[in-house]
Each structure stands twice: as C-alpha cells, then as structure tokens.
C-alpha cells in the first residue's frame, strides 16, 4: 500500500509565503509524475503545479512566477513554495503521485489528505 502525508499548511496574509511538502511511503518503485491540486469552497478542484520524473514543470497559468514545485527522489517527497500568495490562493491543497509500486507494471494515482492554506487579505 502507499501512503501520502502532506504537511505546511496554515493561515498567512496576503504577500506572504508557505512551503507545502508531501512525503509517500510504501511499496514504490517509481514515482514519475507528481502533482498539487488545490480546491476552494465551491469551485472544482484544480491543477496548481506539476513537475515530472525529468524535472519539467508545468504551473496553473494564476499561480505563475509566484509558485515553483520540486521534488526530492529520494525522499520520494514533493514540495510548493508559495510565494506573494493572494487571497484567492486559499483552499485546501492536495498532492497527487503516480506511483509505480514494486511487482508491477501498473501505474495508480494517490492522493494526500489534503491541507488548508488560508490567505488572509
């Protein structure tokens, strides 16, 4: 089984920064694709930032130069530097990894329980 644990969310005003990280654990053999969504109350849930097993990235079109995503392989961990973040930024957060798990040849998506991010204006 694979597990996401996401962490560093929380209330700021507007203009200020937050970092996001998720960390997965379990049966994984590769994570090629990892991904934040966010979701505000009342909207859909939407693509905020994803970045690929060869590092490329590819950001909502809203959260460009203020956003950057990474990842750290061996921690098999993804992270969200938000920065300048505006009220419409709130929400809650939600990581998203495509894992390939050890034995197989399949790939699932799994998700993070998700994390509130407040911007306060």
């Known amino acids: 089984q694979v597990q996401l644990v996401e962490s560093g969310g929380g209330l700021v005003q507007a203009g200020g920064s937050l970092t996001l990280s998720c960390a997965a654990s379990?049966?994984?053999?590769?994570?090629?694709?990892m991904t934040w969504y966010r979701q505000a109350p009342g909207k859909q849930r939407e693509l905020v930032a994803r970045?690929?097993?060869?590092?490329?990235?590819n950001y909502a079109d809203s959260v460009v130069g203020r956003f950057t995503i990474s990842r750290d392989i061996a921690k098999k961990s993804v992270y969200l530097q938000m920065n300048s973040l505006l009220p419409e930024d709130s929400g809650v957060y939600y990581c998203?990894?495509?894992?390939?798990?050890?034995?197989?040849?399949?790939?699932?998506?799994?998700w993070g329980q998700g994390t509130q991010v407040t911007v306060s204006s």
């Open positions: 998203n990894m495509r894992v390939q798990q050890r034995g197989s040849d399949e790939f699932r998506d799994y």
């Open positions: 970045i690929s097993s060869d590092y490329s990235t």
């Open positions: 379990g049966n994984i053999f590769s994570i090629p694709v």
